[in-house]
């Protein structure tokens, strides 16, 4: 099992990015997918979970209404758009099969 991530980077407050990830090594279309971040000086905290169908989605609630995760099975891959960022949203993001694996991250820095 394999999960990269990527797309991460240094942007403004109000900025935008959009984080991929890759997956192999499992049947991707068949399992949950879910982005987890770890914050500076916090634990690790659950951003976003999109169901093998691509419909059933969920959000935290300190991201939900400005980042929106998205599938395409076609290329076993993930993804979260990340709107109107903020300094509190800095951290390294990982993209998490919970039964299977989580990836190495990528790091979004927010600063201005």
Not at 20 to 29: D, P
Not at 79 to 96: A, E, F, I, K, P
Request: glycine share 14%.
């Amino acid at each position: 099992v394999q999960l990269v991530e990527s797309g991460g980077g240094l942007v403004q407050p109000g900025g935008s990015l959009r984080l991929s990830c890759v997956a192999s090594g499992f049947k991707f279309h068949e399992n949950t997918m879910n982005w987890v971040r770890q914050v500076p000086g916090k634990g690790l905290e659950w951003v976003s979970r999109i169901l093998a169908d691509g419909v059933s989605i969920y959000y935290s609630d300190s991201v939900k209404g400005r980042f929106v995760v998205s599938r395409d099975n076609a290329k076993n891959t993930v993804y979260l758009q990340l709107d109107r960022l903020n300094v509190g949203d800095t951290g390294m993001y990982y993209c998490v099969q919970r039964d299977l694996g989580w990836g190495r991250g990528t790091q979004v820095t927010v600063s201005s």
